[in-house]
């Protein structure tokens, strides 16, 4: 009996180092509005100030569209509830749990990020309590944003679920892209970068991450990495259907909103 243990810790042990911490990161969601399914979309957990909260897109919990017309998505049902699948440790295993999106007397649970004060972006943080068999792996939106610039061409990962698509379990599948515009500088006067990515439906609220093995010094000195480093540039959003070309909402911007939201 003790043998058997002991290798059951063993192969969860071997298991946990095997798994990639983006793909722990990235969780499937599941829309619902009363007993009508809606669709399926993507979501990740942050750290800020030590609480956790569950960050998608502001069209997730609305099925609206982010834009000026703000037309419904799907269908005319307004969403009142997440499904999503947590880690309930590092073995593989996973916890359906239903997130409410509004409060008893219908006011929305989540907080709006907001670009210029007053502009909506297209991203909610909807405080997380604390779950029993839940495991949290928060995404560290402000790891190193200093240090490692993005540039065009650089290749990026997008982290979620392309039509509710699953790789093992409730772990996440990987598309790749590259940068398509210019990082330092804002697209379509928003805080957003281009992607040139074949993204689906269901990937929405998906981290980005870039693999990034070197990086620049202030002087514009190329350094190598001793190990790389998947880093955190944004939020997917959408994608611009013409072009194919998709849009992220940057890092330094939701880095900055949370930390002023949460303080």
Not at 93 to 108: E, I, T, Y
């Amino acid at each position: 009996m003790k043998k058997l243990l002991f290798f059951l810790l063993l192969a969860n042990a071997a298991f946990a180092q095997q798994v990639s911490y983006p793909s722990r990161s990235s969780l499937l969601v599941r829309i619902f509005a009363d007993t009508a399914y809606l669709g399926s979309a993507t979501g990740f957990v942050v750290e800020v100030n030590h609480k956790n909260y569950f960050i998608t897109n502001w069209h997730v919990v609305t099925n609206r569209e982010y834009n000026a017309y703000g037309r419904p998505l799907m269908s005319s049902h307004v969403p009142d509830r997440l499904w999503i699948f947590f880690n309930k440790d590092t073995a593989g295993n996973f916890k359906q749990v239903k997130l409410p999106l509004h409060d008893a007397s219908g006011k929305p649970l989540w907080r709006e990020l907001r670009h210029n004060d007053t502009m909506l972006a297209d991203i909610v943080a909807i405080p997380l309590p604390a779950m029993k068999e839940v495991k949290y792996f928060p995404v560290n939106i402000g790891a190193q944003l200093e240090k490692f610039q993005l540039r065009a061409m650089d290749n990026v990962m997008i982290v979620g679920f392309p039509f509710g698509r699953r790789s093992v379990g409730f772990f996440p599948v990987y598309k790749q892209g590259t940068v398509a515009s210019e990082p330092y500088f804002d697209y379509d006067d928003k805080p957003v970068v281009l992607i040139d990515s074949n993204t689906k439906p269901g990937m929405s609220g998906s981290p980005v991450y870039a693999h990034i093995d070197d990086y620049y010094t202030s002087t514009g000195e190329r350094l190598r990495l001793a190990y790389p480093v998947d880093q955190f540039i944004g939020i997917y959003a959408a994608q611009e259907m013409l072009p194919e070309l998709g849009v992220v909402w940057k890092a330094p911007f939701i880095y900055e909103q949370l930390q002023k939201m949460f303080p």
